[in-house]
């Protein structure tokens, strides 16, 4: 009986994570991040349950609930899709609390938006995070929150305008008052440069025939298709073309039956010789690792970065960033096949660090290359901000797609 309720629980989570994918179906990674960032107790978790309208963060009157950074994907009217981020106040205390402040401090990696929060005259704590956003170039929303119960939020009001030349919006989260002009301040503050931008439409056009060759392989679990793929295949039928998949051993049956060349082949970066060898003259190729070079991050950066791999040496080391957290696999890309052609054309002494997630090393200057993965669970800010701390660092920087096709000379051969 203990084990059918188990398994009974472990259903109604998974119908529940099926539901919830199914109403916030727009990838995190593709949503404006909008970060709350205050001391502790402030009133961030209230806010994000106030202006979502449902009880989102959790609350507490004790300071500190909020520990790690919590990520919560909703729609905002009229913004669209956007993903709130919750911190830890950043006026926590002790061992633990220098801990989840690192976290608060890697969360700015991610933000588009800031809203901070102010609740007193003194900004000893304010000051370093207002200088950090800016510094970032971040937009910032400033708060005021509690004015239905604190009697100087006028005095408040007046100093941050004085000290940050910022003019702060007096709301309650509890009574719910200022939340239209937080909202209308959160869509002044969308950066102009911020766009849902399209991985392909600046190699097809509408009616062109695409085909995918989609290894079908452990990095693709049984009955699914990896994000990229999907993301993919999603924006080319939003560019109105001819889309066909297959996998790589029917690639040359394909192109048999087909009247004329597909105007673009697509496929993962492994197999790039393989079906280079194979692709119609006529046909462009490239690789989802490449297309999100640019959708993620900046292809020219990353091809200029890719120059560095022929001066590797048995002396060089080479920092590898996955931006998923999963087991290594048998055959893994970053793990196995990217470290195998790099020792081959470097030698076997080759150093090869590999990190994965968010855990990227502030100082990168033993590495004489860092290649990271397409970043397709990484909002662009994210991949961006690591892009800087590499230039910052002068340390060439590429991504797995561009590294493979210079690894296999045929960087030149494909299509950005």
Not at 54 to 82: N, W
Not at 92 to 108: F, H, V
Not at 242 to 267: F, G, N, R, Y
Request: overall charge negative.
């Amino acid at each position: 009986m203990i084990l059918y309720k188990k398994q009974l629980i472990i259903l109604l989570y998974h119908i529940e994570r099926m539901v919830d994918m199914s109403l916030t179906n727009t990838p995190g990674a593709n949503r404006l991040h909008i970060a709350l960032y205050g001391r502790r107790n402030s009133g961030k978790s209230s806010l994000i349950n106030a202006i979502t309208g449902q009880d989102i963060a959790l609350v507490s009157e004790i300071a500190g609930t909020t520990t790690d950074p919590v990520y919560k994907a909703m729609e905002l009217h009229p913004i669209g899709p956007v993903m709130f981020i919750d911190t830890a106040g950043f006026d926590d205390e002790g061992t633990l609390g220098e801990m989840r402040i690192g976290k608060t401090r890697k969360a700015i990696d991610k933000t588009d938006v800031a809203i901070v929060f102010f609740c007193d005259t003194d900004f000893s704590f304010e000051e370093e995070w207002v200088s950090e956003l800016r510094k970032r170039n971040i937009p910032i929303v400033p708060v005021i929150n509690k004015a239905d119960i604190i009697d100087n939020g006028t005095e408040i009001e007046k100093r941050v305008k004085e000290a940050f030349d910022l003019s702060p919006i007096l709301i309650s989260a509890r009574e719910k008052t200022g939340l239209d002009r937080v909202r209308e301040e959160l869509v002044r503050a969308v950066p102009e440069d911020f766009e849902v931008k399209s991985i392909t439409s600046h190699l097809v056009e509408e009616g062109d025939l695409v085909l995918l060759v989609m290894p079908q392989d452990i990095q693709a679990p049984k009955g699914r298709l990896i994000l990229p793929q999907v993301q993919t295949i999603r924006d080319l039928l939003d560019n109105k073309c001819l889309v066909m998949s297959v996998t790589t051993d029917k690639l040359e049956q394909a192109l048999k039956t087909l009247v004329k060349p597909p105007k673009l082949i697509i496929t993962d970066s492994q197999v790039f010789n393989k079906v280079y060898e194979l692709k119609p003259a006529e046909s462009l190729l490239t690789s989802f690792s490449v297309l999100f070079a640019e959708y993620k991050g900046d292809v020219s950066t990353y091809v200029k970065g890719a120059e560095a791999i022929d001066k590797l040496t048995e002396d060089s080391a080479v920092l590898i960033a996955e931006a998923c957290t999963h087991a290594p696999l048998s055959e893994d890309i970053g793990r196995i096949q990217l470290p195998r052609l790099l020792r081959k054309k470097a030698g076997e002494g080759l150093t090869i660090d590999v990190v994965s997630g968010a855990d990227f090393p502030k100082d990168l200057s033993k590495y004489s290359l860092v290649i990271q993965c397409g970043c397709c669970m990484f909002n662009r800010k994210y991949v961006l901000t690591r892009i800087a701390m590499a230039q910052e660092q002068n340390v060439p920087i590429c991504n797995y797609g561009i590294a493979i096709a210079k690894l296999n000379n045929i960087l030149d051969k494909i299509a950005l």
